[in-house]
């Protein structure tokens, strides 16, 4: 069992950035695919970003050259670097982590986009 704590939410304004954490329970994190998600009001989960086990990212057509995910290994702990927010980036965010067949997802961080 992986247990995920995301922090780092909040309010910004339009322009503004935020950087959100995760943390993993378990010491072999460094070989799950960590990703981020989001989920607007009225609106399904959709993909933000991922990061493999290596290091490869990819991400979301709607967030690529502002978001940026990382990982650091040692500390069993996943981020997520947003720059330039907008008001459409507004959603609870959530930290998963995936191994084969097994998903597991953090309790979500909420994220407001506002002036």
């Given at each position: ?83 330039n ?27 407001t986009?506002?002036?």
């Amino acid at each position: 069992q992986v247990q995920l704590v995301e922090s780092g939410g909040g309010l910004v304004q339009p322009g503004g950035s935020l950087t959100l954490s995760c943390a993993a329970s378990r010491s072999i994190f460094r070989k799950y695919v960590m990703g981020w998600y989001r989920q607007a009001p009225g609106k399904q989960r959709e993909l933000v970003a991922t990061i493999s086990s290596g290091g490869i990212t990819n991400y979301a057509a709607s967030v690529k050259g502002r978001f940026t995910i990382s990982r650091d290994n040692a500390k069993n702990a996943v981020y997520l670097q947003m720059n330039n927010l907008k008001p459409e980036d507004t959603a609870v965010y959530y930290c998963n982590a995936k191994l084969g067949s097994a998903f597991y997802w953090g309790q979500g961080t909420q994220v407001t986009v506002s002036s």
